[in-house]
């Protein structure tokens, strides 16, 4: 029998029998199933919610409803419990609460639903990347401290190495981590300013309730600074990726300065490796001329392909909507290679305005690749900011959409990850 899962005040989960777990799309409750719901995947963590109480069907009732204290223990208040997910798989449902009154804004993490059954905890997610990039048992400490001082050998003066440093062994960047140990894709950060304000900014939060999650940059790397790090992952990787814009910085477009040299630094000493940027798009006009310096491919980040949505969460400084839409068209145009990374947030991304918008994007843009990525930001928090930007109808389901998305656009790939351009697969035009 699949049971609720709630936190006890001293943080401990226990599972409630007599209650089945729900899960939350936009303001929708939905009692979770067995097919609803798999065993969490290795690299999970599993969060108390404070200031707010859990929302379970209980089977008597056959409803769900909030559960202020726990059924067995007279006056113990417990706390909703949910799973932050691990890279690749794509939460189906948020965990499902109600807000106290003195609830502050949760931290920037996603909030997916969690269960229990048959001795283990389960979460609702699928699976879009099978790829081990960033699975935590690949990632061993030892190792990535040899990397390291190896590394910091050959770099003693570079600023860049010193920062990347940090984010592996202070912040655990995954990212970082595979620099070090020599694997799949390697960070470049390089843009100390951003031209949003993004509501979930992980690394920097102004006039906001919300902590950021990692230091940004705070100074500019030179182009050989760059391309040093860039040539020692590239001439000793297979198949290597490096990438502009992380998210210890801001977006990579304002720092085009100092990146464009760096390319052509790159790819005077070798064809090999692809050289990736992940953006908000915002400088179409830049990002042509990066193009031509040798930039292989572009990862444009979207929460939602509509207008008034987009800007409700981006909050565009000084460019436009249209200019994002113009990048994606510069980067076919170019023969590039482009993915985006939309946001998902279950009740939101699978509704039915945002569904049908979708499918007139990729009907008018042939992208090369959607990168479902779980959205990083309280969910309740999240829903009353998409319902103040515009109507979305029920949902249908984030399974059904990814489904739906791969039956009607063969041409795209989907997953996680952005790929090396050995495997670049899109429809030129």
């Not at 440093?165 to 470049?188: D, S």
């Amino acid at each position: 029998m699949l049971t609720a899962v709630v936190a006890t005040p001293n943080g401990n989960i226990i599972d409630l029998e007599g209650y089945a777990p729900v899960g939350m799309a936009g303001d929708t409750a939905v009692r979770l199933t067995d097919g609803d719901m798999i065993a969490m995947p290795f690299g999970g963590e599993l969060m108390m919610l404070p200031d707010r109480i859990p929302i379970l069907f209980n089977l008597d009732s056959g409803r769900c409803e909030p559960v202020l204290e726990n059924p067995f223990v007279s006056g113990e208040p417990v706390y909703p419990v949910a799973a932050f997910n691990s890279p690749g798989y794509v939460n189906l449902y948020s965990t499902a609460y109600t807000e106290k009154a003195e609830a502050n804004v949760l931290p920037l993490f996603s909030y997916g639903a969690a269960g229990w059954a048959d001795g283990e905890f389960r979460t609702s997610v699928i699976l879009v990347d099978s790829e081990k990039r960033q699975d935590l048992r690949f990632m061993p400490y030892d190792k990535i401290v040899k990397g390291v001082r190896r590394i910091r050998q050959k770099t003693a003066k570079n600023r860049l190495r010193r920062h990347i440093e940090k984010c592996a062994i202070t912040y655990g960047c995954p990212a970082a981590k595979n620099f070090f140990l020599g694997r799949f894709e390697a960070p470049l950060p390089t843009s100390k300013s951003c031209n949003a304000n993004c509501v979930g900014c992980l690394s920097k939060q102004q006039n906001s309730d919300i902590t950021a999650s990692q230091d940004r940059i705070d100074f500019t790397p030179t182009p050989s600074e760059i391309a040093e790090i860039a040539l020692i992952h590239i001439r000793r990787v297979k198949r290597a990726v490096v990438s502009f814009g992380q998210g210890c910085e801001g977006d990579p477009l304002t720092a085009a300065d100092v990146i464009g040299p760096a390319i052509e630094k790159i790819r005077s000493a070798t064809d090999s490796g692809t050289i990736n940027m992940n953006t908000n798009g915002s400088l179409p006009k830049i990002l042509e001329k990066l193009f031509d310096q040798g930039l292989d491919s572009v990862r444009i980040s979207m929460n939602s392909v509509r207008e008034n949505c987009y800007n409700a969460y981006f909050r565009p400084k000084s460019y436009r909507f249209a200019d994002v839409l113009s990048s994606i068209e510069t980067a076919l145009f170019k023969g590039k290679f482009i993915s985006i990374n939309y946001l998902n947030c279950p009740g939101f991304t699978d509704s039915e305005a945002e569904v049908q918008a979708l499918r007139r994007f990729l009907e008018n843009y042939p992208i090369g690749m959607i990168q479902w990525r779980n959205l990083n930001f309280d969910p309740a928090g999240y829903t009353r900011l998409m319902s103040d930007a515009g109507e979305h109808g029920p949902s249908i389901g984030v399974k059904r959409l990814i489904e739906s998305v791969k039956r009607d656009f063969p041409h795209i790939m989907n997953g996680y990850f952005n790929p090396p351009k050995e495997k670049f697969s899109y429809r030129r035009v």
